[in-house]
């Protein structure tokens, strides 16, 4: 019993990093069609600042950092709109996913060529790994912060897609752009919005990668991105509440591949994981839960 | 108010629209006819900015607006129903509401359009917290039309607001447009329902081709039969 | 000229940039070169068995360099000599830790092997369009990546399988790729690539002219899978080793910025962008050594041909994203010019009569 308490309690927090990741991905998407890989740069972004801050001004409170990290990635996302995905705003998707892949590799590379190729370590406050007894099962600190966090952020999400009128603007931009502009509301305004909503969502997963792995290099963004793109395809690329579903079907399914895969195959399990992608991508394009629209089509 | 000169639209090698004259005068209800594929979306997508003008101008009271996004139209006071009604399906119908009034930055101006079009349109406050997509298609046109007067435009544009209902409804969307006419509203009516449309309007343009055919007052179109039948495809027993 | 000539002299004409290189290469340069020059060679490969599927169809392909892989691993493991493989990959299935083969044999073997495996991908690949299509042929990278990886008694894992005969030479990878230009070229403009173009153009307007865009799109993945597992059997022969990391991101990566930048709707685009990219790899390596010049030691850059690499993707995108030549082959804007030019001096020689 303990155990089983223990292992759900692995997937939620693995589930809700991924579902911060994957819905950013989707935010975007959703609004403009792109799917963005240079997302995971963003995170390593967010890293790096965290590290130069500390680097420089010998700042080790985890309460300082984390601010500046979340918003570094906030920060960053925007200003690839701007620069970056602007001038293909309205090419084919095609166009804007390689623009992404460009992006991707020049922020790499920066990091190689300004900082070191090697890794470098940020500080992490020791009380995230303590343990926490809460009857049945032990948690740490952080497994719980991060669940809190994310709880907390998609909360706040939900208010603004309900209650904002940007937030009602991204909504109805998933669906038709163009009319948003047609009843007066700025498509760079919209578009902005959604990038920041995604920097924030990956700054803040970030947050908790680099406290897990305690270090920064310059391609600790291709694993997330990866796993946020699977979720946000299990759950229907493009849905929001997909992409949660997504995230947490996808920390699941992981810490499920764990238990059950003898060792000698656990190996393969992104092979399984994206196999059931090309799956659900051919014969459920609408997700796992999703209503039936074609992947990435909008409504007339 | 709002004035077309010599403005052409293309996609391509297709012309849509051939140097199109065309003049909305304040407080008038102006009817653009034409049949299906005479340019009439097109003229009214370069007029809101959705699609580029490939010559000619637009001026809206006074001022060149051609290059204008459509966000900037909207904000100048040029609101649109589009063709095909496009209310945001997965928002409720207080949603779509309320991003209609964006363009209009004065609270109480917005809370006073909401009680004046909810008044108009009672079947709105009765499926108020709806998604607008469960909605039929008399109802979703209604939306339509009330929320581009969210933002309490100073003339909109109508594109087919009568395209795909019953006839029933037809009558009660036209019975709406007289109300708004009355109401002192600057309306350019884009309709394939001559009939209907010249009814109500006072002047009217007829499109084909993506040339202009005729202008002139509403009744003159009305009562030539040869233009009507030529370009509109009306019967004999018109 | 028919069409047939026509194509014939366009594929020597785009050609002749890659063979004069290589020559004068190969009979001034030192080994360091010749070796940059069987790279560039092999790149060509790859790029226009890219080319032949994406640039025809306008879906992105991702996937590409998995049947590099399978190729180059196949043969990999073909030729090896049993002796070391009995060291290396003792436990390999199938019997193949004690079994050997010639060059060619393998080769062969190899690239029918991946188009096989690329037949059957692609029946699923080809069911969908656009950015679906590209996820698919991702997802496809990912999993022929993760088995390499993980299929230790087969390919050594991480680790590299070593002793493959090094057969290729400059000679023979210029052969092979001249060979491939006139294949693309060929393929192009074959009743089967106007259809493919179409179809990539509008899906729905060829189906309605009756082209069966699932089965003609479907030959054209296969084929294109069949000129890059050529690729990837002569890159495992030119280095004599092979492993995974090869036949990943980076080589995706590389091998697409390469297309698009020279233009992906056109073998002579290929051969450009291959060209381009090559040259300025080069001289981006050179800086990223920390050289020294006019005296002065400039500091290492590492990762400057990664940052050049992702600079001309993003910035071909925004700025010229049908490529350096364009959507038409080079021959066929030349033609068009000489002809637009005649057009116009007949013009203004019957003004000038009147």
């Known amino acids: 019993m303990e155990y089983v308490v223990q292992q759900i309690l692995n997937a939620l927090s693995i589930g809700g990093n991924y579902a911060l990741l994957a819905l950013g991905l989707a935010i975007v998407f959703s609004v403009i069609g792109l799917v963005n890989f240079a997302y995971g740069e963003v995170i390593a972004v967010a890293g790096y600042v965290m590290f130069a801050v500390f680097a420089v001004s010998g700042i080790d409170y985890a309460v300082v950092l984390m601010p500046i990290g979340i918003l570094a990635a906030v920060g960053i996302s925007i200003a690839l709109e701007r620069v970056a995905f602007r001038p293909v705003r309205y090419a084919p998707a095609a166009t804007g996913l390689l623009t992404a892949f460009g992006v991707s590799i020049v922020v790499k590379n920066f990091f190689v060529t300004l900082v070191a190729t090697r890794s470098k370590s940020v500080p992490t406050p020791e009380w995230l790994a303590y343990q926490i007894d809460i009857g049945l099962a032990r948690i740490q600190v952080i497994q719980l912060l991060e669940t809190t966090a994310t709880a907390v952020a998609l909360l706040l999400l939900v208010l603004i897609l309900r209650r904002t009128n940007i937030g009602l603007a991204m909504r109805a931009a998933a669906r038709d752009f163009d009319m948003v502009r047609m009843v007066g509301i700025n498509a760079n305004k919209v578009i902005a919005a959604a990038f920041a909503v995604s920097g924030f969502l990956a700054g803040l997963a970030a947050i908790f990668i680099i406290a897990r792995r305690g270090v920064v290099d310059p391609f600790m963004g291709f694993t997330p991105v990866l796993k946020a793109f699977v979720a946000a395809v299990l759950g229907g690329f493009g849905s929001l509440g997909g992409a949660v579903v997504g995230g947490f079907f996808l920390g699941a399914l992981e810490v499920f591949f764990q238990i059950v895969l003898p060792p000698s195959i656990s190996g393969y399990r992104d092979a399984f994981v994206f196999v059931l992608v090309s799956v659900i991508l051919v014969w459920r394009p609408e997700g796992l839960m999703g209503t039936k629209r074609q992947f990435g089509d909008k409504d007339e | ?238 | 000229m028919t069409g047939m000539q026509r194509t014939f002299k366009g594929a020597a004409l785009t050609a002749l940039l890659p063979i004069a290189i290589a020559l004068l290469v190969i009979a001034l340069g030192d080994g360091a070169q010749v070796r940059i020059l069987s790279v560039f060679l092999i790149n060509l490969i790859l790029v226009i068995g890219l080319q032949m599927f994406m640039g025809n169809t306008s879906i992105v392909n991702l996937g590409h360099v998995s049947f590099m892989g399978i190729a180059g691993y196949a043969a990999a493991i073909l030729t090896i000599p049993a002796s070391i493989k009995q060291t290396i990959i003792p436990e390999a299935p199938f019997g193949l830790a004690a079994f050997q083969m010639g060059p060619i044999e393998a080769g062969i073997m190899a690239i029918i092997l991946a188009m096989l495996v690329a037949l059957i991908v692609g029946v699923v690949v080809t069911r969908e369009s656009g950015i679906s299509a590209t996820i698919l042929t991702l997802a496809l990278l990912v999993i022929v990546h993760t088995v390499l990886v993980n299929w230790v008694e087969l390919t050594r894992g991480m680790r590299a399988l070593y002793g493959v005969p090094m057969k290729a030479n400059a000679w023979l990878l210029l052969g092979c790729a001249v060979l491939v230009i006139f294949l693309g070229r060929w393929f192009r403009d074959s009743p089967l690539g106007v259809q493919l173009r179409a179809s990539g153009e509008s899906r729905i307007a060829a189906e309605s002219a009756g082209v069966n865009v699932r089965l003609v799109r479907l030959i054209a993945w296969v084929l294109s899978s069949g000129v890059v597992a050529l690729g990837g059997v002569l890159y495992v022969y030119l280095i004599g080793s092979v492993s995974p990391k090869s036949f990943y991101f980076d080589t995706t990566l590389l091998t697409l910025a390469m297309l698009i930048l020279g233009g992906m709707h056109s073998i002579s685009g290929a051969v450009i962008g291959v060209i381009v990219v090559t040259a300025g790899f080069e001289i981006m390596r050179y800086f990223e050594s920390s050289p020294v010049i006019f005296g002065v030691k400039f500091p290492e850059f590492l990762g400057l041909t990664g940052f050049f690499l992702g600079l001309i993707i993003v910035l071909s995108m925004a700025l010229r994203p049908k490529g350096v030549v364009g959507t038409d082959e080079i021959d066929e804007s030349w033609e068009r010019r000489r002809q637009d030019q005649s057009e116009r001096t007949s013009a203004a020689a019957s003004r000038s009569h009147a």
Not at chain 2, 61 to 81: F, H, N, Q, W
Not at chain 2, 84 to 102: C, I, K, P
Not at chain 2, 114 to 137: C, D, N, V, W
Not at chain 2, 192 to 204: I, K, M
């Open chain 2, 1 to 238: 108010m709002l004035e077309l000169n010599s403005v052409s639209v293309d996609y391509g090698a297709v012309k849509a629209v051939q140097s199109v004259n065309l003049r909305v005068n304040e407080g008038e209800v102006v009817a653009l006819l034409g049949p299906n594929g005479a340019g009439k979306t097109s003229l009214i997508s370069a007029v809101m900015g959705i699609v580029q003008v490939s010559s000619g101008n637009i001026r809206f009271e006074g001022r060149d607006v051609t290059l204008a996004p459509p966000e900037e139209k909207v904000r100048c006071g040029i609101g649109i129903s589009p063709e095909g009604r496009r209310v945001f399906a997965n928002l409720t119908v207080a949603e779509n509401l309320q991003l209609g009034g964006s363009a209009q930055p004065d609270k109480a101006i917005r809370a006073e359009q909401l009680t004046k079009y909810l008044e108009m349109f009672p079947i709105l406050k009765e499926r108020y917290h709806q998604k607008a997509g469960t909605l039929s298609g008399g109802e979703q046109q209604q939306l339509a039309i009330s929320r581009c007067l969210m933002s309490r435009p100073r003339i909109v544009m109508l594109d087919e607001p009568s395209l795909g209902l019953a006839p029933v409804i037809v009558e009660r969307i036209f019975e709406l447009i007289a109300e708004l006419k009355a109401s002192g509203l600057t309306i350019l009516l884009v309709e394939q329902n001559a009939n209907e449309a010249l009814s109500v309007a006072d002047r009217a343009y007829l499109l084909h081709s993506g040339r202009l055919r005729f202008e002139g007052a509403a009744q003159e179109l009305l009562n030539s039969h040869d233009l009507m039948s030529h370009y509109m495809g009306l019967g004999e027993a018109q």
